[in-house]
């Protein structure tokens, strides 16, 4: 038998009741005394826990005085005893340190692990949230306060393209006459259908013309470039639900109901850029034609970089935006909201500048060449408000024009004063005439149309059907 303290044979051997291990009687005992447990078991323990073994053994002879060889190995079996049990209690102790510190290193590691979950989950977060602020529980078109994001701001070097732009446009606009060759209040007055051609694209959502062509795009997926000179179809795309589309020199742009703008150089596809999520309900180009600005469903609007083909900024709103125009300097970018809302953003900042009471959803936004006017008309009314820039309130709607039926699409020309109107029921122009200051309607055709846009010198007016029908109105 061995000591489970010492791991020598006892000279009087005890043993525990509560762990069956056989002990020291001297060691046990003290053990007992400091801690009050069984060094094996870790129960509590008392003295009475220990029963005697009688075995056989030679009694040694007491040592009178440390002098003597005896005494002396007595002493050193004190000091072995009491060493044994400091022994057993550090071999304890370094055992219970060697699992304390494998749980910490285990804890450690999973607390790390943790935090790069946490870290990637917020970063994922951060990015979903810069994409989209839509209520759950009031569904994707609900109103309300936006979620907060990182502001993001024009990169400098599109700023001074913003600031050159807005310098040439606001100076050559003082004083400007109307162009030589543009069309007369007597030529808009004799302005007929001559022209109405099935392009067979229905749900059509998108109108933007060239100088010599027309792109046109439907909910349905299909697009077409039509020849206004020649009166047929170049070509036809299959590119997704269409729900606006722009011309850029000679690349057609268009923005789908998938969050998507697409770059078309002819049938071919240039570039790309997904942005939003959700549909994306209007695009406007910037006067200089190096910047676009697209607004969705998402509450938000972003500008690209048409140069370098990349997105330069991205400002969340707290209303879901249904249209969008660029004020002719450049320097403004008008929003129309589903609660009834024209929102005016400072471009280089994204700072909302002003806002304006229109009542109803915001189908159509157009400013005039003069500055400080633009229309705004939604198709749940049948007038055309126009606001002016420079008041707030009520005092900022200039003029409202009834034009009796619903309005879904407006169009400004460049001389300040001619306003198309389109919509179920027909197309309108309103004449503003500056020497009178009066508005006067020049001519109306029952000609059912979505979208309408002004041809060169204004000398025509292009629209086009929900069924895909386009229209070409002229002398």
Not at 241 to 252: C, E, G, L, Q, S
Request: glycine share 6%.
């Amino acid at each position: 038998m061995l000591c489970a303290i010492s791991g020598e044979p006892p000279q009087e051997p005890v043993v525990s009741k509560l762990s069956g291990n056989v002990f020291e009687k001297r060691l046990i005992e003290r053990y007992v005394t400091e801690h009050g447990v069984d060094p094996v078991s870790k129960e509590d323990m008392t003295i009475e826990d220990l029963l005697p073994l009688k075995t056989n053994r030679v009694v040694r002879p007491r040592p009178p005085t440390l002098t003597s060889i005896p005494a002396l190995l007595a002493s050193f079996q004190n000091e072995w005893d009491a060493l044994a049990t400091e022994t057993y209690n550090l071999t304890e102790q370094l055992k219970k340190a060697r699992e304390e510190l494998s749980t910490a290193l285990y804890q450690n590691d999973a607390a790390v692990r943790v935090i790069a979950r946490l870290t990637q989950e917020r970063d994922e977060a951060r990015d979903a949230l810069s994409k989209i602020n839509v209520s759950v529980s009031n569904g994707p078109n609900a109103e309300g306060d936006a979620m907060a994001v990182d502001s993001e701001f024009l990169p400098d070097e599109l700023v001074a393209i913003v600031d050159a732009t807005q310098a040439q446009m606001s100076k050559s606009r003082k004083k400007r006459p109307i162009p030589e060759g543009w069309v007369t209040p007597e030529d808009i007055s004799a302005f007929t259908v001559e022209e109405a051609k099935d392009l067979e694209i229905p749900q059509t959502k998108a109108l933007a013309i060239d100088q010599e062509h027309a792109a046109i795009g439907g909910f349905n997926g299909l697009a077409s470039c039509y020849s206004i000179a020649t009166g047929e179809v170049e070509r036809t795309m299959d590119i997704g639900p269409v729900t606006d589309a722009i011309w850029r020199d000679n690349k057609i742009i268009f923005a789908t109901a998938k969050g998507m703008v697409l770059l078309f150089d002819k049938a071919a596809e240039v570039a790309n850029f997904a942005d939003h999520v959700g549909a994306i309900t209007g695009i406007a180009l910037h006067p200089s034609g190096d910047l676009l600005a697209s607004v969705g469903v998402d509450k938000s609007f972003v500008i690209y970089d048409l140069k370098n083909l990349k997105r330069a900024m991205r400002v969340q709103t707290d209303s879901t935006l249904s249209s969008c125009a660029f004020h002719p300097d450049g320097h403004l970018l008008a929003v129309g909201t589903n609660s009834g809302v024209v929102k005016v953003f400072q471009i280089k900042t994204g700072e909302e500048a002003a806002k304006f009471e229109l009542g109803a959803r915001v189908e159509s936004i157009a400013f005039s060449e003069n500055g400080y006017w633009f229309a705004a008309a939604s198709s749940q009314q049948t007038t055309v408000t126009i606001f002016d820039l420079r008041k707030e309130g009520d005092a900022a709607r200039a003029k409202v024009l009834e034009i009796g039926a619903p309005v879904q699409s407006l169009a400004w020309d460049y001389s300040q004063q001619f306003l198309a109107t389109a919509g179920p029921s027909g197309i309108t122009v309103q004449q503003y005439s500056k020497s009178a200051k009066k508005w006067s309607e020049a001519v109306r055709k029952d000609f059912s149309a979505v979208r309408v846009a002004w041809g060169t010198e204004a000398k025509m007016l292009v629209a086009v059907s929900e069924n895909g029908n386009i229209g070409i109105l002229k002398q």
